[in-house]
């Protein structure tokens, strides 16, 4: 807390400029919001118009936050963009573009860029709301028109978009399916002429009988050609019988030959045998095709068994024919039946090859009208399926054009409606004017955490180790009418611990010093030379400062010569010496010289002579230095003195430059008696009392008009700068002996 109070300016400053800064800028800027909101329905369940039950959404919820994303996308932004662009809102400040060009010029500048900037900063949302069907818009603003409008255009655009969307997905889909109706319509009419080409030599589509017909007429032929085949074999056998002209001849294994090719010769045995093979061929396909309790597949079962008996029972009565003949032919034979069974086997060998040649081309005719039968069925079928399909795209067409009359999914709910929202100013004020505080005293801590600065003789002794001599008095805190009481006061007690911190009193040859240059090292000196010599003491104040000499002009000694150079130089220092108009108080001035010079002038001898010499003709001597850290000129003085006193300015001289001077004179071996803290606060003074007007002191100030002298007070200035400043009130009645 000392150091808040310390830094107060700093805290003050801090505070004032961040209220300055903030709550105009608040005031100003910090509009009161509005804020507009309109809302969009998404409806769950949408009931159906031709067909019984409800369409629902699967994933309800995935469905109603995909449409608050698409209502903030870049396609719904640029709608919404060039709508509000051609109603002049959102208009960039720069180059005025319109419509399209000025959406198309760059999508993160103009209106699209002020949308997208809006929905980032949450200043538009769309968001949907929990428990309901709806979609909120909402928009914050200082404007509420222009928030309701571009809340509305939100929504139009939206509609309008999704609308669209869905007219044209219905659209493109009707599209799509009456192209595929017109392709069907168009291949049923080839199907259809393939069909009428295909029927149009038999004049029906139904070829059935003809082919029955070709299937009895071969039928015929070949029953023919079989009874031909069969009278064949038999004349061949009478033949070999007659040409061999004994029955007994044939072996048994030959007439079993013989009989089982008159057997399967036989018309009706071959085709007993052909039925026979196809009905089980069907049979095998029909047990693929059909399930086993199928009455077609007894049938058939049936049919063939009977084939079978059938064919049976003719092959015996075949093989008992061929038997008798056999036997009817071997009795009895003659030489001339050779020759007629032999014209008989000619005139049946011709006949035979007519029949197969008819058989042939009815076998061709019959293979070639199944071929156009077969060809017409799957023409048939295809037509048929095609048919099929053409009817279910004409049904599937009726029925979008009618479920697009139901209601819509989504729909609007309600337009925007503004509501104001609270203004926030006065808070905000209040937060800015605690922050301000807050952060004015984190300022001033960290400027007290970081000062380095010495203020109060604590700090001093803290920080450096060194005894506190005294303290003077910072002449802005005291009434002016108490101000030279207070210097006083404040420099007998500086002689008074001086006397009391050094066991043999006040040090002959003493050397005033500081760290650096304005810490009152000069004003130190003189007002202390003052005090000595009005205590009693006959002091001799030397300005060791040839760099700066200033202690002559601050006591307005005109004319006072370049004294101290020329004592060092061997002269004798008393025709230099010039006297104040302080009994007991004489000043050696110098005046300003070459660096070069300086240094051949301080040599440490040529020092402790000259003031060895000086301290026998005057119970102090008190040298005024340079700056101890600026130029070694305080530290060659110290080697001839017999103390030193350092100076700093509270405020201002800095703890690190004190400890490195306390360093550097302890290298030399250096008595330091003390610190003396110039214009220190009176609270924090060495002397924390208060002084009134009718206080006396053995002291007089100030110089009145019969010319005594009086203290010089402490400014804030360099030692010039405080001297020209107090010189008018602090004139000294001087004398110089030359």
């Known amino acids: 807390m000392t150091g808040l109070v310390r830094q107060w300016r700093i805290v003050l400053g801090a505070f004032v400029l961040v209220c300055l800064m903030g709550l105009p800028a608040l005031w100003i800027l910090k509009k009161p919001y509005y804020q507009a909101t309109a809302a969009i329905r998404v409806t769950p369940v949408v009931s159906s118009i031709l067909f019984q ?54 999508p993160n500048d103009g209106p699209v860029g002020d949308l997208k900037r809006m929905v980032i900063s949450r200043t538009l949302r769309v968001e949907p709301e929990d428990s309901t ?31 669209g969307e869905e007219s044209q997905w219905d659209d493109d889909k009707l599209a799509i399916l009456q192209n595929e109706a017109k392709a069907l319509q168009n291949k049923l009419q080839r199907q259809r002429r393939a069909v009428n080409e295909m029927t149009e030599e038999y004049g029906t589509a139904s070829l059935n009988a003809r082919q029955q017909m070709k299937l009895d007429r071969i039928s015929a032929l070949q029953s023919r050609l079989t009874e031909f085949e069969m009278e064949k ?35 009706m045995v071959k085709t007993l045998t052909m039925n026979t093979a196809q009905l089980e061929q069907d ?110 795209v004409q049904r599937r067409v009726q029925e979008i054009e009618v479920e697009r009359k139901r209601p819509a999914r989504i729909s609007s709910a309600y337009y925007a409606n503004t509501a104001p929202l609270q203004d926030k100013r006065k808070k905000y004020s209040l937060a800015i004017i605690f922050g301000a505080m807050a952060l004015s005293g984190m300022v001033g801590a960290l400027r007290n955490r970081f000062d380095d600065s010495l203020h109060t003789p604590a700090d001093v002794v803290r920080s450096a180790g060194l005894r506190i001599l005294g303290t003077t008095t910072r002449s802005r805190d005291v009434e002016e009418a108490f101000l030279s009481e207070h210097f006083m006061n404040d420099y007998q007690t500086i002689c008074a611990n001086l006397g009391l911190l050094n066991q043999s ?15 009152g090292k000069t004003t130190l000196a003189i007002n202390l030379s003052v ?20 202690i002559a002009y601050l ?11 020329n004592v060092l130089l061997g002269e004798s220092p008393e025709q230099y010496i010039c006297h104040t108009s302080v009994d007991g108080l004489d000043l050696l001035p110098s005046n300003p010289c070459e660096s070069s010079v300086i240094y051949n002038l301080m040599a440490p001898e040529r020092l402790k002579d000259s003031l060895d010499y000086l301290s026998t003709q005057y119970d102090h001597v008190m040298v005024d230095t340079p700056a101890a850290l600026d130029v070694p000129d305080a530290l060659l003085w110290s080697t001839a003195a017999d103390a030193v006193i350092l100076a700093a300015y509270a405020g201002q001289t800095r703890s690190a430059d004190v400890r490195e001077t306390l360093f550097r004179l302890q290298q030399l071996k250096m008595p330091v008696l003390g610190v003396v803290l110039n214009s220190v606060s009176p609270r924090q003074s060495y002397n924390s009392y208060r002084c009134y007007a009718e206080a006396t002191s053995t002291l007089t100030p100030h110089l009145d008009g019969a010319g005594r002298a009086h203290l010089l007070p402490m400014g804030d200035q360099d030692d010039r700068a405080e001297g020209q400043e107090n010189s008018e009130s602090a004139e000294y009645a001087v004398s110089c002996d030359t």
Not at 138 to 161: C, D, G, H
Not at 505 to 519: E, L, N, Q, T, Y
Not at 531 to 550: N, P, Q, Y
């Open 53 to 106: 039950g409800e369409n629902s959404v699967p994933m309800y919820r995935n469905f109603v936050r995909t449409q608050a994303d698409l209502m903030i996308s870049d396609v719904v932004l640029k709608r919404v963009a060039e709508e509000l662009s051609r109603q002049n809102i959102l208009q960039d400040a720069g180059p005025r573009r319109t419509g399209a060009d000025n959406i198309a010029a760059n």
């Open 133 to 163: 069907e709806l979609i909120k818009i909402t928009m914050k603003s200082s404007r509420p028109e222009e928030a309701a409008i571009i809340v509305n255009t939100f929504l139009k655009e939206y509609m309008a978009l999704v609308t």
């Open 233 to 267: 074999i038999a004349l061949q056998i009478k033949e070999q019988l007659l040409a061999n002209g004994e029955h007994s001849n044939l072996s048994p294994h030959e007439l079993v030959r013989l009989r089982y090719e008159f057997v399967n010769a036989d018309l």
């Open 283 to 392: 049979l095998i396909i029909a047990r693929q095709r059909l399930a086993p309790t199928n009455p077609e597949l007894d049938r058939k079962e049936e049919l063939t068994q009977t084939l079978k008996e059938r064919l049976s029972q003719r092959q015996k009565q075949v093989a008992e024919e061929f038997d008798k003949m056999v036997e009817q032919e071997f009795i009895g034979k003659e030489t001339d039946q050779l020759a007629s069974v032999r014209a008989q086997l000619q005139r049946i060998n011709s006949y035979q090859a007519r029949l197969e040649q008819m058989l042939s081309a009815e076998d061709h005719d019959a293979i070639a009208i199944g071929r156009r039968q077969l060809a017409i069925d799957d023409l048939a079928s295809q037509y048929a399926m095609t048919k099929d399909l053409y009817d279910a």
């Open 505 to 519: 009193g006040i040090p002959a040859k003493i050397i005033i010093a500081s760290p650096r240059d304005r810490d």
């Open 531 to 550: 005090t000595l010599a009005k205590m009693g003491k006959k002091v001799l104040l030397i300005d060791g400062d040839m760099r700066k000499a200033d």
């Open 555 to 565: 006591l307005k000694l005109w004319g006072a010569s370049n004294g101290l150079k």
